[in-house]
Protein backbone atom coordinates (compact mmCIF):
# COMPACT_ATOMS: atom_id res chain seq x y z
CA UNK A 1 0.00 0.00 0.00
CA UNK A 2 1.39 3.37 -0.60
CA UNK A 3 0.46 6.35 1.75
CA UNK A 4 1.25 9.19 -1.31
CA UNK A 5 -0.64 11.82 0.47
CA UNK A 6 1.43 15.12 0.52
CA UNK A 7 1.20 15.25 4.29
CA UNK A 8 3.62 15.83 7.05
CA UNK A 9 4.62 12.03 8.55
CA UNK A 10 2.46 10.41 5.42
CA UNK A 11 5.27 9.31 3.42
CA UNK A 12 6.69 6.10 5.18
CA UNK A 13 6.96 2.85 3.14
CA UNK A 14 3.79 0.84 3.63
CA UNK A 15 2.83 -0.48 7.06
CA UNK A 16 3.51 -4.73 7.93
CA UNK A 17 0.41 -4.69 9.59
CA UNK A 18 -2.03 -3.13 7.24
CA UNK A 19 -4.45 -2.84 10.02
CA UNK A 20 -2.76 -1.13 12.15
CA UNK A 21 -1.37 1.41 9.65
CA UNK A 22 -4.82 2.27 9.05
CA UNK A 23 -5.62 3.10 12.44
CA UNK A 24 -2.43 5.35 13.32
CA UNK A 25 -2.70 7.56 15.77
CA UNK A 26 -2.78 11.43 14.88
CA UNK A 27 -2.18 14.31 17.03
CA UNK A 28 -4.22 17.03 16.88
CA UNK A 29 -3.22 20.59 18.38
CA UNK A 30 -5.46 22.08 20.47
CA UNK A 31 -5.18 25.61 21.71
CA UNK A 32 -6.17 26.74 25.24
CA UNK A 33 -7.55 30.04 25.83
CA UNK A 34 -4.11 31.30 26.96
CA UNK A 35 -1.67 29.18 24.45
CA UNK A 36 -0.14 31.39 21.23
CA UNK A 37 -2.71 31.41 18.31
CA UNK A 38 -0.45 31.49 15.82
CA UNK A 39 0.74 28.16 16.73
CA UNK A 40 0.46 25.95 13.19
CA UNK A 41 -2.54 23.52 13.45
CA UNK A 42 -3.14 20.38 11.94
CA UNK A 43 -6.11 19.83 10.20
CA UNK A 44 -7.40 17.07 10.95
CA UNK A 45 -11.16 15.86 10.04
CA UNK A 46 -12.47 17.23 13.50
CA UNK A 47 -10.97 20.51 13.16
CA UNK A 48 -12.25 20.80 8.74
CA UNK A 49 -15.62 19.28 9.14
CA UNK A 50 -16.91 22.28 11.76
CA UNK A 51 -15.29 24.70 9.53
CA UNK A 52 -17.89 23.43 6.24
CA UNK A 53 -20.46 24.53 9.54
CA UNK A 54 -22.67 27.48 8.17
CA UNK A 55 -20.99 28.59 11.68
CA UNK A 56 -17.45 28.14 10.85
CA UNK A 57 -17.92 29.17 7.42
CA UNK A 58 -19.41 32.17 8.95
CA UNK A 59 -16.05 32.83 11.33
CA UNK A 60 -13.64 31.89 8.29
CA UNK A 61 -15.77 35.13 6.47
CA UNK A 62 -15.00 36.85 9.76
CA UNK A 63 -11.63 36.37 10.14
CA UNK A 64 -10.72 36.85 6.50
CA UNK A 65 -7.70 38.84 5.96
CA UNK A 66 -6.44 38.89 9.71
CA UNK A 67 -2.91 40.04 10.36
CA UNK A 68 -0.70 37.86 12.20
CA UNK A 69 -0.34 41.24 15.11
CA UNK A 70 -4.41 41.42 15.61
CA UNK A 71 -4.60 37.08 15.91
CA UNK A 72 -4.44 37.43 19.76
CA UNK A 73 -6.78 40.18 19.97
CA UNK A 74 -9.27 38.77 16.95
CA UNK A 75 -9.40 35.34 18.75
CA UNK A 76 -9.93 36.63 22.48
CA UNK A 77 -13.07 38.52 21.11
CA UNK A 78 -14.32 35.35 19.35
CA UNK A 79 -14.31 33.54 22.09
CA UNK A 80 -16.53 34.48 23.64
CA UNK A 81 -19.21 33.73 21.20
CA UNK A 82 -17.41 30.32 19.51
CA UNK A 83 -15.91 27.38 20.79
CA UNK A 84 -11.89 28.17 20.95
CA UNK A 85 -11.27 25.09 18.94
CA UNK A 86 -13.33 26.75 16.32
CA UNK A 87 -11.49 30.12 16.26
CA UNK A 88 -7.77 28.53 16.11
CA UNK A 89 -9.18 26.37 13.31
CA UNK A 90 -10.82 29.54 11.72
CA UNK A 91 -7.32 31.42 12.35
CA UNK A 92 -5.21 28.65 11.74
CA UNK A 93 -6.98 28.08 7.66
CA UNK A 94 -7.49 31.86 7.20
CA UNK A 95 -3.68 31.84 7.77
CA UNK A 96 -2.68 28.87 4.99
CA UNK A 97 -5.39 31.16 2.71
CA UNK A 98 -3.01 33.59 2.86
CA UNK A 99 -0.23 32.12 1.84
CA UNK A 100 -1.58 29.70 -0.48
CA UNK A 101 -3.08 33.00 -2.62
CA UNK A 102 0.97 32.72 -4.43
CA UNK A 103 -0.10 29.81 -5.88
CA UNK A 104 -3.79 30.03 -6.52
CA UNK A 105 -5.22 33.24 -6.86
CA UNK A 106 -6.51 35.70 -4.01
CA UNK A 107 -10.43 34.50 -5.74
CA UNK A 108 -9.62 30.69 -5.11
CA UNK A 109 -7.68 30.82 -2.15
CA UNK A 110 -10.30 32.96 -0.28
CA UNK A 111 -12.79 29.67 -0.65
CA UNK A 112 -10.44 26.47 -0.36
CA UNK A 113 -9.11 24.85 2.15
CA UNK A 114 -5.67 23.59 2.78
CA UNK A 115 -3.33 22.17 4.95
CA UNK A 116 -0.04 23.14 5.87
CA UNK A 117 1.98 20.95 3.89
CA UNK A 118 -0.57 20.78 0.97
CA UNK A 119 -0.05 24.81 0.71
CA UNK A 120 3.87 23.66 0.71
CA UNK A 121 3.72 21.32 -2.11
CA UNK A 122 0.49 21.44 -3.77
CA UNK A 123 0.82 22.35 -7.90
CA UNK A 124 1.13 26.40 -8.91
CA UNK A 125 -1.90 26.98 -10.26
CA UNK A 126 -0.36 28.19 -13.02
CA UNK A 127 1.45 25.18 -14.01
CA UNK A 128 -1.90 22.86 -13.07
CA UNK A 129 -3.76 24.58 -15.58
CA UNK A 130 -1.04 24.45 -18.05
CA UNK A 131 -0.50 20.37 -17.58
CA UNK A 132 -4.65 19.99 -17.93
CA UNK A 133 -4.55 22.03 -20.95
CA UNK A 134 -1.87 19.70 -22.26
CA UNK A 135 -4.44 16.98 -21.55
CA UNK A 136 -7.34 18.79 -22.94
CA UNK A 137 -5.46 18.95 -26.27
CA UNK A 138 -4.16 15.02 -26.35
CA UNK A 139 -7.98 14.66 -26.45
CA UNK A 140 -8.21 13.04 -23.30
CA UNK A 141 -11.63 13.18 -21.37
CA UNK A 142 -11.09 11.81 -18.09
CA UNK A 143 -8.16 11.36 -16.15
CA UNK A 144 -7.47 8.91 -12.82
CA UNK A 145 -5.51 11.41 -10.09
CA UNK A 146 -3.50 9.36 -8.39
CA UNK A 147 -2.25 10.85 -5.40
CA UNK A 148 -4.25 14.07 -5.63
CA UNK A 149 -3.35 15.74 -2.42
CA UNK A 150 -5.88 18.67 -1.85
CA UNK A 151 -6.96 18.90 -5.16
CA UNK A 152 -5.28 21.49 -7.16
CA UNK A 153 -3.89 19.47 -10.43
CA UNK A 154 -7.77 17.76 -9.95
CA UNK A 155 -9.06 21.44 -10.08
CA UNK A 156 -7.33 22.39 -12.93
CA UNK A 157 -8.07 18.96 -14.83
CA UNK A 158 -11.84 19.72 -14.38
CA UNK A 159 -11.77 23.62 -15.41
CA UNK A 160 -10.49 22.30 -18.61
CA UNK A 161 -13.73 20.02 -18.77
CA UNK A 162 -12.00 17.58 -18.05
CA UNK A 163 -14.11 14.49 -15.77
CA UNK A 164 -11.48 13.77 -12.96
CA UNK A 165 -11.19 10.91 -10.12
CA UNK A 166 -8.72 11.99 -7.66
CA UNK A 167 -6.99 9.46 -5.06
CA UNK A 168 -5.99 9.64 -1.75
CA UNK A 169 -4.94 7.24 1.03
CA UNK A 170 -4.73 10.07 3.63
CA UNK A 171 -8.52 10.58 5.17
CA UNK A 172 -7.80 14.68 5.89
CA UNK A 173 -6.12 15.08 2.50
CA UNK A 174 -8.86 13.65 0.69
CA UNK A 175 -11.50 15.34 3.03
CA UNK A 176 -9.86 18.87 1.86
CA UNK A 177 -9.97 17.68 -1.74
CA UNK A 178 -13.53 16.87 -1.04
CA UNK A 179 -14.28 20.03 0.12
CA UNK A 180 -12.28 21.93 -2.43
CA UNK A 181 -14.15 20.53 -5.09
CA UNK A 182 -17.42 21.64 -3.69
CA UNK A 183 -16.29 25.06 -2.60
CA UNK A 184 -14.97 25.67 -6.28
CA UNK A 185 -18.29 24.34 -7.53
CA UNK A 186 -16.47 21.26 -9.36
CA UNK A 187 -17.96 18.54 -7.56
CA UNK A 188 -19.56 17.39 -10.27
CA UNK A 189 -16.62 16.50 -12.20
CA UNK A 190 -14.49 15.54 -9.46
CA UNK A 191 -14.73 12.27 -7.49
CA UNK A 192 -12.87 12.42 -4.20
CA UNK A 193 -12.04 8.57 -3.10
CA UNK A 194 -10.14 7.81 -0.10
CA UNK A 195 -7.89 5.17 -1.07
CA UNK A 196 -4.88 2.97 -1.49
CA UNK A 197 -3.82 3.79 -5.29
CA UNK A 198 -2.32 0.39 -5.66
CA UNK A 199 -6.02 -1.01 -4.66
CA UNK A 200 -7.53 1.86 -8.22
CA UNK A 201 -8.42 0.42 -11.41
CA UNK A 202 -8.04 3.30 -13.78
CA UNK A 203 -9.25 0.93 -16.52
CA UNK A 204 -11.80 3.17 -17.71
CA UNK A 205 -10.12 6.35 -17.98
CA UNK A 206 -8.33 7.90 -20.41
CA UNK A 207 -5.59 8.96 -18.80
CA UNK A 208 -3.26 8.49 -15.20
CA UNK A 209 -1.92 11.18 -13.53
CA UNK A 210 0.54 10.08 -10.46
CA UNK A 211 2.21 12.86 -8.14
CA UNK A 212 4.00 10.90 -5.84
CA UNK A 213 5.29 12.42 -2.41
CA UNK A 214 8.60 13.06 -2.57
CA UNK A 215 9.23 14.52 1.07
CA UNK A 216 9.69 12.16 4.16
CA UNK A 217 10.29 12.69 8.06
CA UNK A 218 13.93 13.91 7.47
CA UNK A 219 13.48 16.24 4.08
CA UNK A 220 12.97 15.66 0.46
CA UNK A 221 13.99 12.34 -0.79
CA UNK A 222 16.37 12.62 -4.09
CA UNK A 223 16.03 8.72 -5.40
CA UNK A 224 13.25 7.91 -7.11
CA UNK A 225 12.06 4.63 -6.27
CA UNK A 226 12.03 5.84 -2.25
CA UNK A 227 9.08 8.09 -3.46
CA UNK A 228 5.78 6.83 -2.34
CA UNK A 229 4.66 5.46 -4.23
CA UNK A 230 8.21 4.32 -6.08
CA UNK A 231 8.82 5.65 -9.66
CA UNK A 232 8.46 1.97 -11.25
CA UNK A 233 5.31 1.46 -9.58
CA UNK A 234 4.10 4.68 -11.00
CA UNK A 235 5.68 4.10 -14.64
CA UNK A 236 3.73 0.22 -14.14
CA UNK A 237 0.39 2.22 -14.11
CA UNK A 238 1.22 4.63 -16.29
CA UNK A 239 1.46 1.95 -18.90
CA UNK A 240 -2.57 1.16 -18.41
CA UNK A 241 -3.81 4.34 -19.84
CA UNK A 242 -3.49 5.63 -23.36
CA UNK A 243 -1.48 8.49 -21.95
CA UNK A 244 0.01 9.56 -18.83
CA UNK A 245 1.89 11.71 -16.34
CA UNK A 246 4.19 11.64 -13.68
CA UNK A 247 5.27 14.16 -11.90
CA UNK A 248 9.13 13.76 -11.13
CA UNK A 249 11.35 16.00 -8.93
CA UNK A 250 13.47 18.62 -11.48
CA UNK A 251 16.80 17.18 -10.42
CA UNK A 252 16.14 13.46 -11.35
CA UNK A 253 19.02 11.72 -12.97
CA UNK A 254 18.73 12.07 -17.43
CA UNK A 255 19.83 8.37 -17.15
CA UNK A 256 16.37 7.33 -14.63
CA UNK A 257 14.15 8.29 -17.12
CA UNK A 258 13.12 5.49 -18.87
CA UNK A 259 13.07 5.27 -23.23
CA UNK A 260 9.29 5.37 -23.69
CA UNK A 261 9.07 8.56 -21.87
CA UNK A 262 9.12 11.85 -22.53
CA UNK A 263 10.56 14.39 -20.09
CA UNK A 264 9.53 17.92 -19.52
CA UNK A 265 10.83 20.30 -17.29
CA UNK A 266 8.87 23.60 -16.26
CA UNK A 267 9.15 26.49 -14.89
CA UNK A 268 6.83 29.30 -13.89
CA UNK A 269 8.22 32.98 -13.36
CA UNK A 270 12.07 32.04 -13.84
CA UNK A 271 11.41 29.29 -10.94
CA UNK A 272 11.88 25.46 -11.87
CA UNK A 273 8.67 23.90 -10.38
CA UNK A 274 8.73 20.19 -11.32
CA UNK A 275 9.59 17.98 -14.10
CA UNK A 276 7.17 15.33 -15.76
CA UNK A 277 7.11 12.34 -17.45
CA UNK A 278 4.36 12.11 -20.35
CA UNK A 279 3.54 8.37 -21.68
CA UNK A 280 1.70 8.26 -25.29
CA UNK A 281 3.12 11.34 -26.56
CA UNK A 282 6.92 11.44 -27.98
CA UNK A 283 9.08 8.77 -26.15
CA UNK A 284 12.56 10.06 -25.72
CA UNK A 285 11.47 14.23 -26.66
CA UNK A 286 12.99 16.52 -24.22
CA UNK A 287 11.37 19.76 -23.90
CA UNK A 288 11.55 22.98 -21.72
CA UNK A 289 8.49 24.83 -20.81
CA UNK A 290 8.22 28.15 -19.73
CA UNK A 291 5.13 30.04 -17.93
CA UNK A 292 3.68 32.08 -18.00
CA UNK A 293 3.48 32.03 -21.57
CA UNK A 294 3.63 28.78 -22.71
CA UNK A 295 6.72 28.83 -24.59
CA UNK A 296 8.45 25.43 -25.11
CA UNK A 297 11.84 24.60 -26.19
CA UNK A 298 12.55 21.20 -28.00
CA UNK A 299 15.82 19.29 -27.53
CA UNK A 300 17.51 18.54 -31.14
CA UNK A 301 20.30 15.95 -29.90
CA UNK A 302 22.87 18.86 -30.02
CA UNK A 303 26.53 18.06 -28.75
CA UNK A 304 27.93 20.62 -25.95
CA UNK A 305 28.67 23.66 -27.09
CA UNK A 306 32.26 24.83 -27.69
CA UNK A 307 34.07 27.13 -25.34
CA UNK A 308 35.08 30.42 -26.41
CA UNK A 309 36.31 33.76 -24.87
CA UNK A 310 34.06 35.94 -23.18
CA UNK A 311 32.11 37.99 -25.76
CA UNK A 312 30.25 41.31 -25.56
CA UNK A 313 27.31 39.67 -24.36
CA UNK A 314 26.24 37.12 -21.91
CA UNK A 315 23.15 34.67 -21.59
CA UNK A 316 22.06 33.11 -18.67
CA UNK A 317 19.63 30.48 -19.43
CA UNK A 318 16.18 30.05 -17.85
CA UNK A 319 16.78 27.04 -15.06
CA UNK A 320 14.33 24.73 -17.20
CA UNK A 321 16.63 25.29 -20.20
CA UNK A 322 19.62 24.07 -17.88
CA UNK A 323 17.95 21.56 -16.29
CA UNK A 324 16.39 19.85 -19.23
CA UNK A 325 20.01 19.79 -20.77
CA UNK A 326 19.10 22.43 -23.74
CA UNK A 327 21.83 24.60 -23.06
CA UNK A 328 23.05 23.28 -26.38
CA UNK A 329 20.13 24.49 -28.32
CA UNK A 330 20.17 27.78 -26.67
CA UNK A 331 23.42 28.48 -27.75
CA UNK A 332 23.51 27.41 -31.74
CA UNK A 333 20.17 30.21 -31.38
CA UNK A 334 22.17 32.68 -30.37
CA UNK A 335 25.60 32.00 -32.44
CA UNK A 336 26.94 31.69 -28.77
CA UNK A 337 29.41 29.55 -27.02
CA UNK A 338 29.98 28.36 -23.09
CA UNK A 339 32.33 30.82 -21.47
CA UNK A 340 33.61 27.01 -19.38
CA UNK A 341 32.88 23.69 -20.25
CA UNK A 342 31.30 23.27 -16.60
CA UNK A 343 28.90 26.43 -16.88
CA UNK A 344 25.96 27.21 -17.91
CA UNK A 345 26.40 30.36 -19.22
CA UNK A 346 26.25 31.12 -22.84
CA UNK A 347 28.48 34.40 -24.91
CA UNK A 348 27.66 35.94 -27.88
CA UNK A 349 28.91 38.54 -29.33
CA UNK A 350 25.74 39.71 -31.07
CA UNK A 351 22.41 40.41 -29.06
CA UNK A 352 19.87 38.09 -30.20
CA UNK A 353 16.20 37.95 -28.65
CA UNK A 354 15.23 34.64 -27.06
CA UNK A 355 12.54 33.69 -24.71
CA UNK A 356 14.95 30.68 -23.11
CA UNK A 357 17.74 33.37 -21.34
CA UNK A 358 18.34 36.43 -20.29
CA UNK A 359 20.70 38.55 -21.86
CA UNK A 360 23.80 40.75 -19.87
CA UNK A 361 26.19 43.27 -21.67
CA UNK A 362 29.30 42.66 -20.45
CA UNK A 363 31.30 45.73 -19.37
CA UNK A 364 34.59 44.75 -17.11
CA UNK A 365 36.37 41.31 -17.07
CA UNK A 366 38.93 40.70 -13.94
CA UNK A 367 40.13 38.04 -12.01
CA UNK A 368 38.36 37.43 -8.76
CA UNK A 369 39.59 40.02 -6.42
CA UNK A 370 37.45 41.76 -4.08
CA UNK A 371 39.25 45.11 -4.01
CA UNK A 372 39.37 45.33 -7.57
CA UNK A 373 35.59 45.16 -7.95
CA UNK A 374 35.17 47.39 -4.91
CA UNK A 375 37.15 50.12 -6.45
CA UNK A 376 35.92 49.46 -9.74
CA UNK A 377 32.04 49.60 -8.60
CA UNK A 378 33.18 53.32 -6.57
CA UNK A 379 34.51 54.13 -10.45
CA UNK A 380 30.98 53.86 -11.46
CA UNK A 381 28.88 55.61 -9.30
CA UNK A 382 27.03 51.96 -8.51
CA UNK A 383 24.76 51.97 -5.31
CA UNK A 384 22.88 48.62 -6.29
CA UNK A 385 24.53 45.71 -7.27
CA UNK A 386 23.24 42.34 -8.12
CA UNK A 387 25.17 39.52 -7.52
CA UNK A 388 25.07 35.99 -9.62
CA UNK A 389 27.11 33.28 -9.16
CA UNK A 390 27.58 29.66 -10.66
CA UNK A 391 30.71 27.37 -10.44
CA UNK A 392 31.55 29.53 -7.46
CA UNK A 393 31.87 29.40 -3.81
CA UNK A 394 31.45 32.70 -2.74
CA UNK A 395 28.57 33.58 -1.39
CA UNK A 396 26.50 36.74 -3.24
CA UNK A 397 25.59 38.16 0.40
CA UNK A 398 28.93 38.42 1.29
CA UNK A 399 30.97 39.74 -1.84
CA UNK A 400 28.07 42.35 -2.06
CA UNK A 401 28.47 43.50 1.83
CA UNK A 402 32.55 43.45 1.66
CA UNK A 403 32.21 45.54 -2.17
CA UNK A 404 29.77 47.63 -1.84
CA UNK A 405 29.66 48.31 2.24
CA UNK A 406 28.07 52.08 1.85
CA UNK A 407 26.12 52.14 -1.25
CA UNK A 408 25.58 55.41 -2.59
CA UNK A 409 25.84 55.67 -6.26
CA UNK A 410 23.73 56.11 -8.85
CA UNK A 411 24.27 52.99 -11.15
CA UNK A 412 23.34 49.69 -11.03
CA UNK A 413 25.41 47.02 -12.06
CA UNK A 414 25.24 43.06 -12.14
CA UNK A 415 28.70 40.93 -11.60
CA UNK A 416 28.47 37.38 -11.89
CA UNK A 417 31.25 35.02 -9.51
CA UNK A 418 32.30 32.00 -12.46
CA UNK A 419 34.45 30.26 -14.18
CA UNK A 420 36.55 31.22 -17.22
CA UNK A 421 38.22 28.64 -18.69
CA UNK A 422 38.88 26.92 -15.69
CA UNK A 423 39.46 30.43 -14.05
CA UNK A 424 37.67 32.17 -11.19
CA UNK A 425 36.49 35.27 -12.85
CA UNK A 426 34.12 38.15 -11.91
CA UNK A 427 32.12 39.48 -15.16
CA UNK A 428 30.50 43.02 -14.66
CA UNK A 429 27.47 44.16 -16.68
CA UNK A 430 23.83 45.16 -17.10
CA UNK A 431 20.65 43.59 -18.61
CA UNK A 432 20.89 44.11 -21.99
CA UNK A 433 18.36 45.91 -23.94
CA UNK A 434 17.01 45.68 -27.25
Request: hydrophobic content about 45%; overall charge neutral; glycine content about 8%.
Given at each position: ?????????????????????????????????????????NLAN?????????????????????????????????????????????????????????????????????????????????????????????????????????????????????????????????????????????????????????????????????????????????????????????????????????????????????????????????????????????????????????????????????????????????????????????????????????????????????DYAS???????????????????RERE?????????????????????????????????????????????????????
Amino acid sequence: MYDCSHEAGSFQAPARNPGRHRRRRRTIHRLADNEPVNEPVNLANDHLAPLLTPEGRALLDEVRGTAPADELAVATRLRREHPAELVSAALAQARLRQRAAAKFGDADADRMFFTPNGVEQSTRATVAAYRAERFRALGVRSVADLCCGIGGDAIALARAGIRVLAVDRDPVTAATARANAEALGLAGLIEVREADVAEVDTAGYDAVFVDPARRGGRGRIFDPEAYSPPLSWAIGAASTAPVAALKIAPGIPHEAIPAAAEAEWISDAGDVKEAVLWFGTAPGAVRATLLPGRRTLLGRGLPDPAVRPVGHYLYEPDGAVIRAHLVAEVAEDLSGGLIDPTIAYITADGLHATDYASAYEITDQLPFNVKKLKALLREREVGILTVKKRGSAVEPEELRRKALPKPQGRNAATVFLTRVAGAPTMLLGHPARP
